[in-house]
């Protein structure tokens, strides 16, 4: 089959094919609801067009009509791209720990729970070096992370406590929490804030800041994490410059997978 130069379209083109991909392309995760007017905008076609692509989209089990706000569904992976389908979580999460890393010049993690472990599925490192070096597969005790608090946070009350009595706390450094009872408080200040925040608990001179991840809303599936050195600025201004990114990256992400649930399907935590 012969070629098509850059910039031109065949004889064979079809148009109205084009146009209705477009409507498709416009959802996004940042995007995974629209009107048809925003729909409309997004893929620069009329809303008579657009609406025409949109109503034919639901009938054919494409997109989802909630009183006028248009979803992609599921199905529309079968258009030509299955391989999305064995996607993993690191695949989904990988572009954007590297946005993170890059926009905040600190690394960035995405960690689950093993056991009594915080292991690290994902990572996108920054320019900074690092005394510990971690990553993916790399294992840590749970206590002394700020990934794992929130991981050990997100348990129920009574395997948290079995946690608490099997697990020995080891000073790290010198500011390692290692009596129990301070460190079920610290895990129970994360679960109610929503993060946690380890300040050279595992590294001396490291300051972590970490938030949940979350599968369609409620089970806890991990944690995404950033770090950095407490020599360039105070704690409080580490919490003020990581935590708001982490949090916006995790709701996208979220959003990512509520839009394509088929992507994953989470396995049990500590499995």
């Known amino acids: 089959m012969t070629a098509v130069p850059p910039g031109e379209r065949s004889q064979e083109f079809v148009r109205s094919l084009e146009r209705g991909l477009s409507v498709i392309k416009a959802f996004d995760a940042d995007h995974p609801r629209m009107t048809l007017s925003e729909v409309s905008r997004a893929a620069g076609l009329s809303p008579a067009a657009t609406r025409r692509f949109l109503l034919t989209l639901v009938d054919l089990g494409y997109l989802a009509n909630d009183d006028g706000v248009f979803s992609v569904l599921p199905s529309v992976l079968s258009l030509g791209y299955p391989q999305l389908s064995n996607l993993s979580l690191p695949d989904i999460v990988q572009p954007y720990l590297e946005d993170v890393a890059t926009d905040l010049r600190a690394a960035a993690s995405l960690t689950v729970l093993d056991g009594d472990d915080a292991v690290y599925l994902a990572r996108a490192s920054a320019d900074q070096p690092m005394t510990l070096a971690v990553n993916v597969g790399s294992r840590l005790?749970?206590?002394?992370?700020?990934?794992?608090?929130?991981?050990?946070?997100?348990?129920?009350?009574?395997?948290?406590?079995?946690?608490?009595?099997?697990?020995?706390?080891?000073?790290?450094?010198?500011?390692?929490?290692?009596?129990?009872?301070?460190?079920?408080?610290?895990?129970?200040?994360?679960?109610?804030?929503?993060?946690?925040?380890?300040?050279?608990?595992?590294?001396?001179?490291?300051?972590?800041?970490?938030?949940?991840?979350?599968w369609r809303g409620d089970q806890l599936v991990g944690a995404l994490?950033?770090?950095?050195?407490?020599?360039?600025?105070?704690?409080?201004?580490?919490?003020?410059?990581?935590?708001?990114p982490l949090q916006a990256t995790a709701a996208r992400i979220e959003a990512d997978l509520r839009v394509y649930p088929s992507l994953y399907r989470p396995r049990a935590l500590g499995s």
């Not at 005790?141 to 079995?162: C, H, I, M, N, S």
């Open 225 to 244: 994490n950033s770090s950095t050195h407490t020599t360039r600025v105070p704690v409080e201004q580490t919490l003020r410059t990581l935590l708001a």
């Open 141 to 214: 005790p749970a206590f002394a992370t700020a990934a794992g608090r929130v991981l050990l946070a997100g348990k129920p009350d009574d395997e948290l406590d079995a946690y608490l009595e099997r697990v020995v706390l080891r000073p790290l450094t010198p500011f390692t929490i290692v009596d129990p009872a301070a460190l079920r408080a610290e895990l129970l200040k994360v679960r109610a804030q929503g993060w946690s925040l380890v300040d050279q608990e595992l590294e001396e001179g490291v300051v972590a800041v970490a938030v949940p991840l979350r």
